[in-house]
């Protein structure tokens, strides 16, 4: 680990079997994302410059990867963020980089869009996992990225089948190489019986969110950016050739603007508003475990997840012997309070039983942008502002993608050309309910998950 990064101390924790049982105690616990002790957030000015060619609001993946395609391009780059930089999801997830494709069946995709469109679509999730591996590894990006694949469990019998399925479609028309393991085998993947088989994508990755943001933010400032913290947009008003954007009591004169706030877009614009949808994510983070328990539990080092409608996920963590799990943010308790992971913790100890007296240290939230249509989208407004966001889950590969598309379209480069550039971005009449509704809907779907229906 580079010296850079500081060191903190391991809280001591709380028994998985005591935080299942609702017995938690906050003060023994981090409420910091662990992704933080290797790479925490930097404070950094909050005056940015009274001019700019590009501003980008939100200094995550996004924006950043942006910034890095702009600057180099000769532009005067400024990226604003309402907290410190890197607080939000891009250091809150779960650090699995996946193709793109893990939103929709390939056969419902095609019957949405057509089977030409929902090939190009496909392809394009592809080269997003293909792309930031290349970006890793040419930036030099110190953020253990590793291709250990994904290992998906099926929660039903049934679920494998219709994976099975959808897997071979996924390799007829994006070339995808899969494998599928039956549940007799599935102990070569993961010591549980709780799944029914499930299936393997051998490319997909995993990286350090923390460092990864990290690494892109020095790229990014190296080229020429400027990045400022504690820096909340107001209004946005265009102007004949430009636009005017009030940060506090300061206006900042910017040619063009890009949002890419993602999950926490808010009062940036009506429009924006009106379109995403940000949903509670969470995560745990277990002590160190023993060697001879922990290598037994994930013996090929994935990535994996599941085929609940309100799914769980989890991996280990980059060379430590420490499991991360994940999974929606419980809303009915405050995320403040230990209470609200207690769900996270049953259903680790429902996967691995054996684990009930290993601590957890580190328990953390952040917001996913969703929209109302599952698909990510990039643009421009009607008042001529860039966008990039939406990515619903899957936000590691499609934002830093995305961030680089939108960057190519500003400088009217031929190159940021994107099969998602033609979809709709819809927004829904009932829009202001959709946050408020979010708790009951998934309260919803985790029955039917616990039901089979």
């Not at 003060?27 to 930097?42: D, G, H, K, L, N």
């Not at 939100?58 to 180099?72: D, K, P």
């Amino acid at each position: 680990m580079s010296d850079q990064y500081e060191k903190t101390i391991e809280p001591p924790g709380i028994r998985l079997g005591d935080l299942a049982a609702g017995r938690t105690r906050s003060e023994v616990i981090s409420a910091r994302p662990y992704w933080w002790r290797a790479a925490p957030p930097r404070a950094t000015s909050t005056f940015p410059p009274q001019s700019t060619d590009v501003l980008i609001v939100g200094a995550g993946y996004t924006g950043l990867s942006a910034a890095l395609v702009l600057a180099r391009a000769g532009r005067q780059v400024t990226v604003v963020d309402a907290g410190v930089p890197g607080f939000g999801a891009s250091t809150r997830n779960g650090g699995q980089v996946g193709s793109g494709n893990q939103k929709f069946r390939v056969k419902t995709l095609i019957a949405m869009q057509g089977e030409r469109k929902a090939v190009e679509l496909l392809h394009e999730g592809v080269a997003m996992l293909d792309g930031i591996e290349a970006l890793v590894r040419d930036e030099q990006i110190d953020c253990s990225f590793r291709r250990c694949g994904r290992f998906r469990g099926a929660m039903r019998p049934e679920h494998y089948d219709a994976m099975a399925r959808d897997m071979e479609d996924l390799a007829r028309y994006a070339g995808v190489t899969f494998e599928m393991v039956e549940r007799r085998n599935q102990h070569t993947e993961i010591a549980t019986d709780m799944f029914h088989g499930g299936s393997l994508l051998p490319q997909d990755a995993a990286l350090h969110p923390g460092r990864y943001h990290a690494g892109l933010m020095a790229r990014a400032i190296a080229a020429g950016a400027t990045v400022f913290g504690n820096s909340p947009v107001g209004a946005i008003a265009r102007e004949r050739d430009g636009h005017n954007v009030q940060i506090g009591n300061r206006t900042i004169r910017a040619r063009d603007v890009l949002i890419a706030t993602n999950g926490y877009t808010k009062n940036v614009s009506p429009y924006f508003d009106q379109r995403i949808v940000p949903v509670g994510s969470a995560q745990i983070a277990t002590e160190i475990m023993p060697p001879e328990v922990f290598d037994r539990l994930m013996p090929g080092g994935r990535v994996y997840g599941c085929t609940n409608r309100v799914f769980f996920y989890f991996r280990p963590a980059p060379d430590e012997r420490r499991l991360i799990w994940g999974g929606r943010v419980d809303h009915f308790k405050p995320e403040t309070a230990m209470a609200a992971y207690a769900h996270l913790a049953r259903d680790l100890l429902r996967a691995f039983p054996m684990l009930g007296d290993v601590r957890v240290t580190d328990a953390w939230s952040g917001l996913i942008g969703h929209s109302f249509d599952d698909f990510p989208h990039l643009g421009r407004a009607p008042d001529g502002v860039y966008y990039a966001m939406g990515y619903c889950g899957t936000g590691v590969s499609r934002s830093t993608h995305f961030g680089r598309k939108i960057a190519l379209k500003m400088l009217g480069h031929a190159d940021g050309r994107s099969a998602f550039d033609d979809l709709a971005f819809p927004s829904h009449p009932f829009h202001a309910f959709a946050r408020p509704a979010v708790p009951l809907v998934e309260s919803w779907y985790r029955a039917r998950d616990f039901t089979g229906l």
